[in-house]
Nanobody
């Protein structure tokens, strides 16, 4: 059974940083297509960052230069380093796994497995 468990969310002031983790079990993150998504109240879930099976990364324009996606194959864990946080980054953040693209994807429909989410709140 595949499980993805996010952690690392919290409340920070604008300009602050957080690192989200997504620990996988029943699924190997090495050579996998993985992504981070977020959903704010009243809005659709959107892709934030993705890493493909070839290690190629993609970012939403709104987070480029501020967020970094990475993974530790030995720990079987996906990360999202978030810097220079803004109030508009406030959302529930989800990790996702198993998309069929070698170059990654920011499309929610392409992922098979999802975590339960971790809340990030950025105050001004």
């Amino acid at each position: 059974q595949v499980q993805l468990v996010e952690s690392g969310g919290g409340s920070v002031q604008a300009g602050g940083s957080l690192r989200l983790s997504c620990a996988a079990s029943g699924y190997t993150v090495s050579r996998a297509c993985l992504g981070w998504f977020r959903q704010a109240p009243g809005k659709e879930r959107e892709g934030v960052a993705a890493i493909g099976t070839l290690g190629i990364t993609h970012y939403a324009d709104s987070v480029k230069g501020r967020f970094t996606i990475s993974k530790d194959n030995a720990k079987n864990t996906l990360y999202l380093e978030m810097n220079s946080l803004k109030p508009e980054d406030t959302a529930m953040y989800y990790c996702a796994a198993d998309c069929p693209y070698a170059v990654g994807s920011l499309q929610t429909a392409t992922y098979k497995y999802w975590g339960q989410g971790t809340q990030v709140t950025v105050s001004s």
